[in-house]
């Protein structure tokens, strides 16, 4: 298996996402401490006064980590065939889920939309180009 220089893109937008992760951990663990949420208590229960304000941000971190497994596979797979792409795709991954934090954190469930987009705009281009390398890998269409 031979990598096209440009794979180097793709290296770097993955690195990226773990900037997001750590920023949203990072998010998380200040909440615990201001919230007094402690381990191993993933989320603050019904009872807790600030039990909103911390799930929410909790919740924005929680929602990067089910889809970061995903997008980080498809974003390899699509590179070794379409490297530029796939790395703006996982640029827009990662801009779009720190924005997604942020806004759950400040604004609540309504404050996910923006950041989501953002996301979406990386994470389904990825899903749907997937078919196409699967594809172009068998020789069943021509590659570019």
């Not at 200040?30 to 019904?46: C, G, I, T, W």
């Not at 919740?59 to 980080?72: D, I, T, V």
């Not at 954190?105 to 389904?124: E, W, Y």
Request: aromatic share 14%; charged share 15%.
């Amino acid at each position: 298996l031979t990598f096209p220089k440009e794979f180097g893109y793709v290296v770097l937008s993955l690195s990226g996402t773990w900037i997001a992760n750590y920023y949203l951990q990072m998010r998380v663990m200040r909440a615990r401490k201001l919230y007094d949420v402690q381990y191993p208590l993933l989320y603050a229960d019904e009872s807790h006064a600030n039990r909103d304000g911390f799930n929410c941000i909790q919740r924005g971190h929680q929602n990067f980590l089910e889809s970061w497994g995903p997008s980080s596979v498809l974003m390899v797979v699509n590179g070794i065939l379409l490297p530029k792409t796939s790395a703006v795709c996982g640029a827009l991954i990662t801009v779009g889920r720190i924005i997604y934090g942020i806004g759950y954190a400040l604004k609540g469930p309504d404050g996910r939309v923006p950041g989501a987009m953002i996301a979406h705009l990386g994470d389904f281009p990825l899903f749907l180009l997937s078919f196409y390398t699967g594809a172009a890998m068998l020789g069943w269409v021509k590659k570019n």
